[in-house]
Nanobody
Framework: QLQLVESGGGLVQPGGSLRLSCAAS????????AGWFRQAPGKEREGISC????????NYADSVKGRFTVSRDNLKNMVYLQMNSLKSEDTGVYYC?????????????????????RGKGTLVTVSS
């Protein structure tokens, strides 16, 4: 059974950067689509990014385009989210997700609900 564990969250000032990591164990990640969503206090889940199994195709929420970059290293069984120019509204718990039957373009709207595997999340706080 695939398990996902996120790390890299923390407190950062507005304008700063963080790199989140998602480590997979129990199965190989290279055949799965992966992604990230976040949930801020009192708000609905928001799909942040998606990356195809090969890493060739990516998709992003409009709120993070140009600031966040998703990547993966299938040899290391890892997925990453580089977050730059962070804003206070980026605060939330960030979850890594994966699924073996998910299309980053066609299924993106269901990123927060239909991915089979999900980590326990890592908290990102953007504040001065």
């Amino acid at each position: 059974q695939l398990q996902l564990v996120e790390s890299g969250g923390g407190l950062v000032q507005p304008g700063g950067s963080l790199r989140l990591s998602c480590a997979a164990s129990g199965a190989f990640l290279n055949y799965l689509t992966a992604g990230w969503f976040r949930q801020a206090p009192g708000k609905e889940r928001e799909g942040i990014s998606c990356i195809s199994s090969s890493g060739v195709f990516t998709n992003y929420a409009d709120s993070v385009k140009g600031r966040f970059t998703v990547s993966r290293d299938n040899l290391k069984n890892m997925v990453y989210l580089q977050m730059n120019s962070l804003k206070s509204e980026d605060t939330g718990v960030y979850y890594c997700v994966a699924d073996n039957n998910f299309n980053c373009e066609l299924d993106y709207s269901r990123l927060t609900s239909d991915m089979t595997y999900r980590g326990k999340g890592t908290l990102v706080t953007v504040s001065s």
